[in-house]
């Protein structure tokens, strides 16, 4: 029975995912992988994750990094377009995805789509301005500006992530390290969830309720 998790732990990570594919842990056991140059296990954690929790966006990035440093561009780009079909503003698919598809030579028309979507977060991006005038000068000419609404909805470092986890939380669970990780990927109503949990077979304290205030300043900064 898991007690506690430890996220930079291979051994923890490794045995919260036996126990459920579902678990939104599965990106960072899969990057772990990644940065152990073990691309195998990495792939595999993300394709049995992603099976069961298709909506898990963390999960899409990681896999395509994998694929990417693999050399395996054509898959990249087919799971990066996925990604962004779920959430086109996530800046560091986009990015990505433009590096991949200029290594892949690919058409003029999908490569200015998201060119486009990007300088429509960087309208300042002289950059991105020279890429797309090679395709659409036109485009250029009208210059598109974002609301500071608009801003406000934007990834920043990271995306956002404000998906609903279709996950069943064991007792065992229940943690505020597990707290922790939801809150680390951005996953604030389900780590409210946990936290609930958690508060329902321990006696709450002082780490808990600040805990809970923080989660729901974060939840309330996405509205």
């Known amino acids: ?11 923890d990570l490794e045995q919260v995912f ?3 594919f579902s678990s939104p842990i599965f990106p960072i056991l899969g990057e772990l992988y ?6 195998h296990r990495a792939e595999k954690v993300c394709l049995v994750g992603l099976k069961h929790d ?11 990094k994998v694929y990417l440093c693999n050399n395996q561009l054509t898959k990249a780009e087919k799971i990066l377009i996925k990604l962004l ?4 503003l996530h800046i560091n698919a986009l990015k990505l995805i433009i590096t991949v598809q200029k290594e892949l030579n690919t ?6 789509k998201y060119l486009k979507q990007l300088f429509n977060i960087f309208p300042d991006d002289k950059n991105l301005e020279t890429q797309i005038i090679k395709f659409d000068k036109k485009y250029i000419n009208k210059k598109p500006a974002i609301s500071n609404q608009g801003k406000q909805k934007l990834d920043r470092a990271n995306p956002k992530f404000e998906i609903n986890l279709n996950f069943n939380i064991k007792p065992s669970m229940a943690t505020l390290t597990f707290v922790e990780i939801l809150k680390e ?15 329902s077979t321990k006696e709450k304290n002082k780490k808990t309720e600040q805990l809970k205030t923080e989660l729901q300043k974060l939840l309330s900064e996405l509205q």
């Open 18 to 20: 036996a126990e459920d």
């Open 185 to 199: 990927q951005k996953h604030y109503n389900e780590a409210l969830h946990v936290l609930s949990l958690f508060e």
């Open 107 to 112: 058409s003029e028309n999908k490569q200015v």
């Open 54 to 64: 298709p909506a898990n966006i963390n999960g899409y990035y990681i896999l395509a």
């Open 85 to 88: 079909d779920k959430k086109p």
């Open 34 to 39: 990644l940065k152990n140059k073990d691309f």
């Open 1 to 11: 029975m898991i007690s506690d998790i430890n996220i930079s732990s291979k051994k």
